[in-house]
């Protein structure tokens, strides 16, 4: 697995690229990145790089966390994660480096990870695009919006695993494939994806390569 660094959606706009077109783009504050630890199969059982994210104040960090930035040589950050990474790769990095979107070029094909935006308890229409009741005759009352008959008679007399009706919708971690850079911005730390990223203004994404294009 390739690094994968942790950035920070800002929101959408659009952009003019030199062909006229104009494009939308997701504008991700990606870095910089903070290098906490270096995880090995002596040690930890597997090969990983600790990334620190986004400064916070130290008072509303745990002493054990504090101590932990420390030891890197850095105040409390508000994220931190882990990319797994092979042995050979992880040699490249060393405990205190810092990582920015000079990873990143024009014309790369990234894959992001994100948390989607959580929409509480919904209903058939809007967590699955159902009809709902189309007559609104015959006797049809306050169930336009309803599913319906979700299981069978006599035979099988159950409701099947699987089955699509109401519940909880979004707040799921999701993956959003080759998506290409259409801009970096380094003095800002910025990148500008083309398309939508999952989860709110605001949200923590990781972003890594694209393994294939």
């Known amino acids: 697995m390739s690094l ?4 920070k959606k800002l929101g959408m706009t659009q952009i003019f690229v030199e062909e006229g077109k104009l494009i939308p783009v997701t504008v991700v504050e990606a870095g910089p990145n903070y290098v906490l630890q270096k995880k090995t199969v002596e040690t930890d059982g597997y090969d990983a790089l600790q990334l620190g994210f986004e400064p916070k104040r130290a008072k509303n960090t745990p002493k054990p966390l504090q101590g932990h930035f420390a030891k890197a040589g850095f105040n409390s950050l508000r994220h931190v ?11 490249a990095y ?6 920015t979107t000079d990873a990143f070029a024009e014309g790369d094909y990234v894959d992001v990870v994100g948390t989607s935006k959580g929409r509480g308890f919904a209903g058939v229409i809007k967590r699955h695009g159902m009809h709902g009741t189309l007559s609104l005759t015959h006797g049809a009352h306050e169930v336009m919006r309803h599913a319906g008959s979700i299981g069978q008679s006599a035979t099988p007399a159950r409701v099947f695993k699987g089955k699509r009706m109401a519940g909880r919708m979004g707040n799921d971690r999701k993956t959003i494939q080759n998506l290409k850079i259409i801009g970096v911005r380094s003095e800002e ?9 999952p989860g709110p203004n605001g949200g923590l994404v990781l972003v890594q390569k694209a393994l294939k294009k």
Not at 4 to 7: A, E, K, N, V
Not at 94 to 99: K, Q, S
Request: charged residues 30%; proline residues 0%; aromatic residues 0%.
């Open 94 to 99: 060393n405990v205190g480096d810092e990582i």
């Open 189 to 197: 730390n910025l990148l500008l994806i083309k398309g939508a990223i």
């Open 4 to 7: 994968r660094i942790l950035g």
């Open 81 to 91: 994660r882990e990319s797994r990474m092979t042995a050979a790769e992880l040699e």
